[in-house]
């Protein structure tokens, strides 16, 4: 007979570090040959059990070199990892694809969630500034949910691009920080794969997934801060007040005043009841406005299947009196299958929920009526009458007394989005080699619901002489509004990609179709109603109703060829043939080319020689690109070129009856199509010292054509239109 022996499996602990020691999260710990696996937690250290004839772990991470150890007879194995110098395990991702860091030759930058993770900010575009070269980030201001307006080279708003399907900046800034892998932006003729959109620049979003054969683990992510205004104008006094009015009035033209030096001294002196000061920044400013947030998230992989699920809570209240609140649940679930041999699909789930609940104000901006009113209120005007907090005072202008201004009194406004991005995708590996196909389907809704009361309410004037409370203002003109938005959005993606490399020779192709189908609805309704209570909208209050439906398409068609040699010379050829429905038939499509090149010099026997084995340089690359770029967002309608009708333009009365008018488009235009943006960048990217200093010189010139004009050499009578 024969004897079988089994060794036993061994649990192998260790701790995974950097260059400086500091502890790794993240670094995927693998058994070799096996689908056994974990990855690192947030202080580096991993558990895994090992068997005992598979005794070499396999320890990877992106922007270091992979390492394999012999962990026979041991039972705790701690790892250093080394940075890949020359960049080649990291990989960026660009339009419809990666590619290796090496071998970009655009004008490409990007982030990764281990730099996000270091600021915390309600919206993403909040959490890069200062991150990217080359990108301006500017917040209008401070309120719940606000987001920052992101230029690429100040070239103008960019297309956002999320898991590879185009989107807007609002799907772009609303993704929880927490669920980004990596973020990319194209700068140059690199964009301009993605044609007529593509003119300011693109922001490309990879959410994370799981990782093959990496084991399971649970991660807990939350903190708790509070906002504060770090400047702001500081107002006069009621003192400096009076004293400027009464300088004003006696340096005017007709010059004199009632102000006399005795009031004067009791407006300074700010005892006597009637000649205190009112200090409306700090009625108005509370400070420390919490902001809070938490996430949850599993991942993990075997050896035919990956996961990343994830849920992320955003609380974030206004340092306006707590009374505006920005709140978003965020979901997002990323599996991938391989379900055969050569097969591989996909799921992406994207959701969230975002509520804004703030009070209701008269005016078209709710969050500015309370900072105008630092400035416009007087010192010398009190918020409640006497001080009694029962009598609001009738200052004159009440929409910026603030002691009205609330969700009780005044009303309120809410908007809610429940937003869902579903992404489906196959990918075939045929039996040649570097050859595989690939599809997606993305279905996108979204849908707003936006319901607003503006309540009557009074403002009071105190009356010494017989101590009374009298109403003298107030707002007596209810307002009561509900708007919804729903879009439906459709992309449809066939896709063939090769790459393969023979000898010294590396070539790659890809070529994409793309449709894009998306159609919004819209409906606002306007009433008065009786009263502050009833939040029903009656039929018979109502005097606006207001009813939308536009629809959007595109259609792309892709092409991309890359060659490499010996990983010293790289080219690449691009271009996209596009059309818009905007533009009319024989205006509607385009073709927008893109050539780029590089050299890294670095990987030349001759520099190698002269900078020898201890240079400070470790990496150096020249590269250039050109490239015409298109942008249909010109300012015209959609079928402008059409001839026809706007309906209910007008109302009228005829006999009695209620008849809706119309009017006259006006003379179409069929000539017009998009702005063409031309390109070149010419820059050099370098590395110092092993890597531990990047960085890249650039210069690019933009010059753009197609623009609209107004024309002035011809003179009709406005009779024409």
Do not use: C
């Not at 691009?161 to 990319?184: C, L, M, R, Y």
């Not at 707590?322 to 992406?348: H, M, P, Y």
């Amino acid at each position: 007979g024969a004897v079988m022996a089994q060794t036993a499996d061994a649990v192998i602990t260790g701790k995974v570090t950097d260059d400086a020691g500091e502890g790794l999260v993240g670094v995927t710990v693998s058994v070799k040959g096996t689908n056994k696996g974990t990855t690192t937690d947030i202080k580096g250290a991993y558990s895994l059990s090992v068997p005992g004839n598979s005794p070499v772990l396999v320890f990877s991470f992106v922007g270091y070199l992979k390492q394999e150890i012999n962990v026979a007879g041991k039972k705790s194995v701690n790892v250093k990892m080394e940075t890949d110098s020359k960049g080649l395990g990291e990989v960026i991702v660009v339009g419809y694809g990666t590619q290796k860091k090496e071998s970009v030759t655009g004008a490409i930058s990007g982030v990764t969630a281990k730099d996000l993770e270091r600021v915390h900010g309600s919206t993403v575009s909040a959490t890069l500034a200062g991150k990217l070269p080359g990108v301006s980030f500017r917040m209008p201001d401070g309120r719940p949910g606000a987001s920052a307006n992101i230029q690429i080279r100040n070239l103008g708003n960019p297309l956002y691009v999320i898991d590879g399907i185009q989107k807007d900046a609002g799907q772009f800034n609303n993704i929880s920080p927490n669920d980004i892998e990596s973020i990319t932006v194209l700068k140059d003729a690199s964009a301009a794969i993605y044609g007529v959109r593509a003119a300011n620049g693109v922001v490309v979003v990879t959410t994370k997934r799981g990782r093959t054969n990496s084991g399971n683990s649970i991660n807990v992510d939350a903190y708790t801060g509070w906002q504060n205004w770090t400047r702001f104008p500081k107002t006069v006094n009621a003192y400096e007040w009076m004293a400027g009015k009464a300088d004003a009035e006696m340096n005017a033209q007709n010059p004199g005043t009632l102000i006399t030096p005795e009031e004067l001294a009791k407006w300074k002196a700010g005892t006597e009841k009637g000649y205190q000061n009112f200090d409306w920044y700090d009625f108005i400013i509370k400070n420390n406005a919490p902001q809070n947030s938490s996430n949850v998230n599993a991942t993990g992989g075997s050896e035919n299947i990956n996961y990343y699920l994830s849920a992320t809570r955003l609380d974030q209240k206004s340092v306006l009196g707590r009374e505006f609140d920005f709140n978003r649940t965020n979901i997002q679930s990323n599996v991938d299958a391989k379900v055969a041999k050569r097969i591989k699909v996909g799921v992406q789930i994207n959701g969230r929920i975002e509520e804004r609940d703030n009070p209701g104000v008269p005016g078209g901006d709710d969050y500015w009526a309370p900072r105008f009113a630092l400035f416009r209120n007087r010192p010398t005007e009190r918020a409640y009458a006497n001080d009694n907090p029962l009598y609001p005072n009738d200052i004159g202008h009440n929409t910026e007394n603030w002691a009205v201004q609330s969700k009780a009194i005044s009303g309120y406004w809410t908007e809610d989005w429940r937003v869902l991005q579903t992404n489906f995708n196959a990918e075939y590996e045929t039996p040649i080699k570097g050859l595989t196909l690939k599809g997606m389907y993305s279905y996108y809704y979204a849908d707003k619901l936006m319901n607003g009361h503006e309540y009557t309410y009074d403002t009071y004037t105190y009356y010494p002489q017989d101590s009374s409370y009298k109403r003298t203002g107030g707002s007596s003109n209810p307002w009561r509004e509900r708007g919804t938005h729903k879009v439906l959005e459709n992309v449809l993606q066939g896709q063939v990609n090769y790459n393969n490399t023979f000898g010294k020779h590396t070539i790659g192709g890809t070529f994409v179709s793309e449709r894009i189908q998306r159609r919004e609805l819209d409906v606002w309704v306007h009433a008065v109603p009786k009263n502050n209570t009833l939040p029903l909208i009656q039929f018979a209050d109502m005097d606006t109703y207001n009813d939308a439906d536009w629809v959007e398409a595109r259609v792309g068609y892709i092409g991309r060829f890359n060659y490499n040699f010996a990983n010293k010379y790289y080219v690449e050829l691009s271009g996209r043939y596009d059309g818009s429905w905007k533009f009319s038939p024989a205006k509607r499509w385009g073709f927008f080319p893109s050539v780029s090149a590089g050299w890294r010099l670095t990987e030349e026997e001759f520099v190698k020689n002269m900078l020898g084995n201890n240079s400070v340089l470790s990496d150096l690359k020249i590269r250039g690109s050109y490239g015409e770029l298109g942008d249909d967002d010109i300012g015209i309608g959609a079928f402008d070129y059409v001839p026809g009708y706007n309906y209910a333009s007008s109302t009228v009365i005829l006999d009695g009856q209620v008849v809706k008018g119309s009017r006259d488009k006006g003379v179409p235009n069929d000539r017009v199509s998009w702005f063409t943006s031309k390109i070149l960048d010419i820059g050099i990217d370098y590395a110092l010292w092993n890597s531990k200093v990047t960085g890249s010189v650039d210069y690019f010139h933009r010059r753009r054509s197609g623009l609209l004009g107004t024309k002035y050499d011809v003179l009709v009578p406005n009779e024409l239109g």
